[in-house]
C-alpha cells in the first residue's frame, strides 16, 4: 500500500509546496482515502480514481479544507464517475460544508458528509478508523487508520503535548506535523503547532516503523530542513515534499 504526499506545506501554499493533502489510492476495495484537502487537493483532477472517494478533516482551517473548492473540476473533469464522502467533526463540517453557499460559493455540494467523534470507532470498507482530539486553536483531531496487517496515523495541527501518545503506539506509519524550527518555537505556541524539538520526543515515545514529516513553514528553506536535527536522532524519518510516495 502506497500514500501520495499531494501538499505537505503548511498555512498557505509556496513556490514548491501546495497545502496539506494525501492520497492513498487503494486504501480499500475500489476506495481512495484523502487525509485533509489542502490546495494539494487539486492534484487529483483529471486522474483515474477509484469509484469511491473518503475525504478525512482534521479541522476546518483553510489550509486543510481550501482544497474542497476545486469540486466542480473533481466531479467534471475526472475519466469516471467518482463519489466523495467528507468525514469530520461536526463543527468542522458544519464550517466546511458552509463555504458551498452564497456569498463564497455559487454551487452546493452534493457529495455525502459523515460525523466523526472521539472513542467512537467506524467501519469505512474495512478499515477502522480512530479519532482523538488534539491541542490546537479551535480544535483539530488525529486519525489511526487499521487494517488488519498494518496501520496509519495522521497527527497534524497540535502543540505536541502528550495527550495523544497511547493513540498513535505501535502503528507502521506516522504521518506528523513539523511546522517550525525551534528557533520560532514562540509562534509555534502561539499558533498551537509542533517544533523539531516537540516531534523528536513524540517519536522517541511512540514505537513507529515509519515517520513522515509534513506541514511544514512554507517560508523555510528545503534546505534548512534536510539540515534539521530529526535526520540525526531519528533515522526513520522522511521529510515529505509533494509527489513524494511511500510504501507502508
Known sequence: ???????????????????????IQDAAPDCGFVLDAGTGFFRLIGRP????????LTHAHLDHCFGLTFYLDFINFSPSPCELTIYGSRECLDAVLGIF????????????????????DIDVHGVKVSVFPLTHPGGSHAYRFDWPQKSLAYVTD???DE????????????IHERNFANEM???????GHCTTDDVIRVAQSVRAKRIA?????????????????IH????????????LVLEF
Request: overall charge negative.
Open 1 to 23: 500500500m502506497n500514500i501520495e504526499f499531494l501538499g505537505t506545506a503548511g498555512y498557505h501554499p509556496g513556490e514548491m509546496s501546495h497545502t496539506s493533502c494525501a492520497f
Open 163 to 174: 495527550r495523544y501518545l497511547e493513540f498513535i503506539q505501535n502503528v507502521d506509519l506516522l
Open 49 to 56: 480514481l477509484p469509484s469511491q472517494i473518503k475525504i478525512f
Open 213 to 229: 514529516l509534513t506541514h511544514f513553514n512554507p517560508l523555510e528553506d528545503a534546505a534548512i530542513l534536510e539540515e534539521d536535527k
Open 185 to 191: 518555537q514562540d509562534l509555534a505556541i502561539l499558533s
Open 232 to 243: 540525526r536522532v531519528c533515522p526513520n524519518a522522511v521529510f515529505a515534499r509533494d509527489g
Open 158 to 160: 497540535t502543540i505536541g
Open 101 to 120: 453557499d452564497s456569498p463564497l460559493f455559487p454551487v452546493a455540494y452534493r457529495g455525502k458528509s459523515v460525523v466523526v467523534e472521539p472513542g467512537r
